[in-house]
């Protein structure tokens, strides 16, 4: 008898991000093991027609419409610092799905290689809300928002949470998360993210990067495991860099269905805005790189040379 291994998925997303979000769930279908059955839920407050008849493409796709006025009664426009209200979403996920005991939340800018069973099955302990990935300028941003930062402390990225849906509900986590966006917002530069961080603080598991792997990464780590690729900084359909995820980002995307042409975007780069692209690194160095020794590593991306 065939006995498959349920793992609930949670994305959100906008009609803008609808073709990433199918461009994830795609991958991970392709990816998969052949036990595990894949659970998605996808959180939006309105799609078009279009959008909605794409979407049908998947299986066990669960929608959840959300109602976007419970932020926006509390933010100008929902909106703040670039970021969009479906960014929040995640906050609701324990009352959102009341039957699902552990969720695993994506961006829409990642792209799945491996099977997630892992990850999805991880031992968590009582104490323990979510497993996660440390963050780049972990220690800058513990200090930022006034967190011990001693040892063994971090500050993770919130693009890939597994989250003890349980759990939270039983300590009533999305109220204390939502008291702390209420009173922190319009001061947090990352907001989901800082929230998550500062709500669930030392009660999470640290995960190997290769659950979350951070593509400016690719540079300097050993990506041989990389299960979850985030396009964390520069997206794949936004010019930059040319790295080999960029390029699988793109053969996902056409697989689904959308034949857009991705090598402008890299080329273009090459031709015209490498100086954006410099600047932008620039401006990111210190958050990226906090230890000694790594202007070497950093000169290597601007010349874009390999290793
Ligand atoms: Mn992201």
């Known amino acids: 008898m065939k006995i498959m291994k349920k793992i609930h998925i949670c994305l959100s997303t906008d009609d ?27 959180l939006y407050s309105e799609l078009n027609e279009e959008n909605f008849e794409k979407l049908k493409s998947i299986d066990n796709l669960i929608l959840h419409e959300i109602d976007n006025s419970i932020f926006s009664s509390h933010f100008n426009n929902g909106v703040c610092k670039g970021v969009t209200i479906p960014t929040l979403y995640r906050l609701k996920l324990p009352s959102l799905l009341p039957d699902v005991k552990r969720v695993l939340y994506l961006d829409c800018d990642v792209i799945v290689l491996k099977s997630l069973s892992d990850f999805y099955n991880t031992t968590l302990d009582k104490n323990q809300y979510a497993a996660v990935v440390q963050d780049f300028g972990s220690l800058g941003h513990l200090k930022r928002l006034g967190l011990d930062s001693s040892e063994g402390n971090f500050y993770f990225n919130a693009g890939v949470c597994l989250f003890n849906l349980e759990k939270m509900r039983e300590d009533n986590i999305e109220q204390k998360m939502f ?24 009660n999470v598991k640290k995960m190997d990067g290769r659950y979350n792997f951070l593509t400016p990464n690719v ?32 053969h996902y995307l056409n697989e689904t269905g959308y034949n857009e042409e991705n090598s402008k975007r890299n080329m273009i780069f090459f031709i015209h805005k490498r100086p954006m692209q410099i600047l932008w690194f620039i401006k990111m160095y210190p958050l990226f790189f906090t230890k000694k020794g790594r202007i070497k590593d950093f000169l290597r991306i601007l010349m874009n040379l390999p290793y």
Do not use: C
């Not at 050993?222 to 080999?244: E, L, M, R, S």
């Open 219 to 250: 540079y300097f780590a050993n990506d041989k495991d990389a299960t979850i690729v985030h396009f964390a900084g520069i997206k794949p359909w936004k010019i930059g860099f040319y790295n080999k995820y960029r390029e699988m980002f793109w």
């Open 16 to 42: 803008n991000y609808v073709k990433y979000a199918l461009t994830v769930m795609h991958s991970i279908m392709k990816n998969k093991a052949w036990d595990d059955e894949p659970i998605f839920h996808l």
């Open 179 to 202: 008291d702390f966006l209420y009173k922190n917002w319009g001061h947090l530069d990352f907001s989901d993210q800082d929230v998550l961080n500062s709500v669930l603080f030392k």
